[in-house]
């Protein structure tokens, strides 16, 4: 006599029912575990294109930040190339025109207008002539007062300081619109 004779009916039909779920459930699992390593896979796959997508994306807007910063760089030096020779400019004419104002004061120079001597309506006739201990050949001169040369000095001064900026101005509004 077998063991399984010695099981009721209805037991074994039970035995033999929960034995079938078992394999069908355990067959199941299985295809779900199939199915889940599958997907799995292909998760990684596009997980690690889009990684490649993002490090190119990354590589492309560093190199558009590193090509900003240099076109950046190579505006602000030629800028303060710029600047600096136009404050030299500036110094410079600055320079001069001290020099022409302190000479003028000591008397160390005089500045002169030259008179047209064939005015006739200006009612003084100057002689066109040179003094004997004169050192001026040529047309007629007429030396102006120290202070008025003095405001003369001041206004040329300011107009030589108005075109430097205005080349400064100039030169800065190029360097700025020029594309580079």
């Given at each position: 006599?077998?063991?399984?004779?010695?099981?009721?009916?209805?037991?074994?039909?039970?035995?033999?029912?929960?034995?079938?779920?078992?394999?069908?459930?355990?067959?199941?699992?299985?295809?779900?575990?199939?199915?889940?390593?599958?997907?799995?896979?292909?998760?990684?796959?596009?997980?690690?294109?889009?990684?490649?997508?993002?490090?190119?994306?990354?590589?492309?807007?560093?190199?558009?930040?590193?090509?900003?910063?240099?076109?950046?760089?190579?505006?602000?030096?030629?800028?303060?190339?710029?600047?600096?020779?136009?404050?030299?400019?500036?110094?410079?004419?600055?320079?001069?025109?001290?020099?022409?104002?302190?000479?003028?004061?000591?008397?160390?120079l005089?500045?002169?207008?030259?008179?047209?001597?064939?005015?006739?309506?200006?009612?003084?006739?100057?002689?066109?002539?040179?003094?004997?201990?004169?050192?001026?050949?040529g047309?007629?001169?007429?030396?102006?007062?120290?202070?008025?040369?003095?405001?003369i000095?001041?206004i040329?001064?300011?107009?030589?300081?108005?075109?430097?900026?205005?080349?400064?101005?100039?030169?800065?509004?190029q360097?700025i619109?020029?594309?580079?």
């Open positions: 006599m077998r063991v399984v004779d010695l099981i009721p009916a209805p037991y074994r039909l039970l035995a033999v029912g929960v034995l079938l779920t078992a394999l069908i459930g355990g067959s199941a699992a299985s295809a779900w575990k199939v199915q889940d390593w599958r997907y799995g896979q292909q998760l990684a796959e596009q997980a690690g294109l889009h990684k490649d997508d993002l490090i190119a994306i990354s590589n492309a807007a560093a190199e558009q930040v590193r090509t900003a910063q240099d076109n950046r760089l190579a505006l602000e030096q030629r800028l303060s190339a710029s600047e600096q020779t136009h404050y030299k400019e500036l110094s410079d004419a600055q320079t001069n025109q001290a020099r022409l104002r302190d000479r003028l004061a000591t008397a160390d005089r500045l002169s207008v030259l008179l047209d001597a064939t005015d006739a309506g200006s009612g003084d006739p100057v002689s066109a002539a040179t003094p004997a201990g004169g050192m001026v050949h047309a007629t001169r007429a030396q102006l007062d120290p202070a008025h040369a003095q405001r000095i001041g040329t001064d300011a107009g030589d300081k108005g075109l430097i900026a205005l080349a400064a101005c100039q030169a800065y509004a360097k619109s020029t594309p580079k």
